[in-house]
């Protein structure tokens, strides 16, 4: 069965830190990993990786994904109270039709 | 462009009852997926439609159906509602394939009494 485990759970940082947030999984087939940010609603889209050793940078957001190692992290620096939120780790199969969710990593940035 | 829209946005049940939730995707995206958010399960496949057809699901009971019309706008429906289906019911949308960027929408929040 596919599972994407995530971790830490739960991370409290003051702003300015930079923090690393982990995604490893088991999949069948793996076709792509996405991250996303779900701050009160709906998740809203941050990376999606494919290739091994690539990194996707966006402004204070990066990503990279190890397909050898079956993992992928994302950093975020010099963390801002708007980064609070949980930030969710998802692995696509190769047949393309179905996402498994891990449970998420919960960022509380304190001012 | 406007985003997935979803209705209602919120929704009290009783058991017993059944209930159907609305999806339009982003216009010209043709895969919508349903998933399921609850506190203690995170975020669960239900299943994912293209041309209104079902071309993927996920471990639910066959309470849970889905459809797809052929503007791409979609319908879930849940049957003989229980306690444990209360969470929050999100659909997203992509271009083709569902592994490509999704879109989701705000969700429906439906609560079981």
């Known amino acids: 069965e596919d599972k994407v485990v995530q971790s830490p759970l739960s991370l409290v940082v003051h702003e300015g830190d930079t923090v690393t947030l982990n995604c490893s999984y088991e999949v069948t087939n793996f076709r792509s990993l996405l991250w996303y940010k779900q701050e009160k609603k709906a998740p809203t889209f941050l990376f999606m990786l494919?290739?091994?050793?690539i990194e996707k940078k966006s402004g204070r957001l990066s990503s990279i994904l190890d397909k050898k190692e079956l993992f992928s992290i994302l950093n975020i620096t010099a963390t801002q109270t708007g980064d609070s939120a949980i930030y969710l780790c998802?692995?696509?199969?190769?047949?393309?039709?179905?996402?498994?969710f891990g449970p998420g990593t919960r960022l509380s940035v304190l001012p | 462009k406007a985003g997935v829209t979803q209705t209602p946005r919120y929704l009290i049940k009783t058991r017993g009852q059944q209930v159907t939730l609305s999806c339009s995707p982003i216009s010209g995206h043709r895969s919508v997926s349903w998933y399921q958010q609850t506190p203690g399960q995170g975020l669960q496949f239900l299943f994912e439609y293209f041309s209104e057809t079902q071309r993927n699901k996920g471990n639910f009971p066959g309470r849970f159906s889905g459809r797809q019309f052929s503007n791409s706008r979609s319908e879930m429906n849940v049957s003989t509602l229980e306690l444990g289906d209360s969470a929050l019911y999100l659909c997203?949308?992509?271009?083709?394939?569902?592994?490509?960027?999704?879109?989701f929408g705000p969700g429906t929040r439906l609560l079981v009494l």
């Open positions: 997203a949308s992509s271009l083709v394939q569902p592994q490509e960027t999704q879109y």
């Open positions: 494919t290739s091994s050793g």
């Open positions: 998802a692995v696509a199969d190769n047949y393309g039709q179905n996402f498994v």
